[in-house]
């Protein structure tokens, strides 16, 4: 079974940045289209951002202009860089391929902007 595990997140002041990383435990990320995906308290989780397999990119409109997802198939890791911050992305951000295989999703990683 494919592990994927989120790191990267953290406490930041609203304008700042992260770098989230998805390290995959297989040849994941080269494979399939993967998705970057956040969950806020009391609301659903949502997709922010996926990169195909063909380098095609697709941002929830919120996020556009301000976040990057790329990705090294070396390392079987993918990245969303997180830039001018807002209070309104803090939220548990997880990765998955998309469209998410249910048993494949990791344990998040926390990010907090504060105003």
């Known amino acids: 079974q494919v592990q994927l595990v989120e790191s990267g997140g953290g406490l930041v002041q609203a304008g700042g940045s992260l770098r989230l990383s998805c390290a995959a435990s297989e040849r994941t990320v080269s494979w399939y289209n993967m998705g970057w995906y956040r969950q806020a308290p009391g609301k659903e989780r949502e997709l922010v951002a996926y990169?195909?397999?063909?380098?095609?990119?697709y941002y929830e409109d919120s996020v556009k202009g301000r976040f990057t997802i790329s990705r090294d198939n070396a390392k079987n890791t993918v990245y969303l860089q997180m830039d001018v911050l807002k209070p309104e992305d803090t939220a548990v951000y997880y990765c998955?391929?998309?469209?998410?295989?249910?048993?494949?999703w990791g344990q998040g990683t926390q990010v907090t902007v504060s105003s």
């Open positions: 990169l195909s397999i063909g380098s095609t990119t």
């Open positions: 998955n391929t998309h469209p998410p295989i249910p048993n494949h």
